[in-house]
């Protein structure tokens, strides 16, 4: 059974950082591409960041460019995002998700997979 369970959320003054993880299971996170969304209240889900190790490619959204850092641990099969300066435009319910498709990379992924999101809330 494919499950994705992200875990890392919590509370942090801006200018803070925290480290999102993305704990796998069912399939090998270094065979297909692996994305982090984040949604706040009122607004849409937004695709930050993703990491593929099928063509080595990453992808940052211009929002979290310079500031987020996503990387994989294949021993651990978890995919992790490193959030630093962080500010209250950050605060949001924060996903991975899967593209479980053979050979998948950040280009045009199909998330097919999602775990149950992580809360992260940036007071100013």
Not at 5 to 32: I, K, M, P, W
Request: aromatic share 12%; hydrophobic share 30%; charged share 15%.
């Amino acid at each position: 059974e494919v499950q994705l369970v992200e875990s890392g959320g919590g509370l942090v003054q801006a200018g803070g950082s925290l480290r999102l993880s993305c704990a796998a299971s069912g399939f090998t996170v270094d065979d297909y591409a692996i994305g982090w969304f984040r949604q706040a209240p009122g607004k849409e889900r937004e695709g930050i960041s993703c990491i593929s190790s099928s063509d080595g490619s990453t992808y940052y959204a211009d929002s979290v460019k310079g500031r987020f850092t996503i990387s994989s641990d294949n021993a651990k099969n978890t995919v992790y995002l490193q959030m630093n300066s962080l500010n209250a435009e950050d605060t949001a319910v924060y996903y991975c998700a899967a593209d479980l498709t053979f050979g998948s990379t950040c280009r045009l992924p199909e998330y097919a997979y999602w775990g149950q999101g992580t809360q992260v809330t940036v007071s100013s």
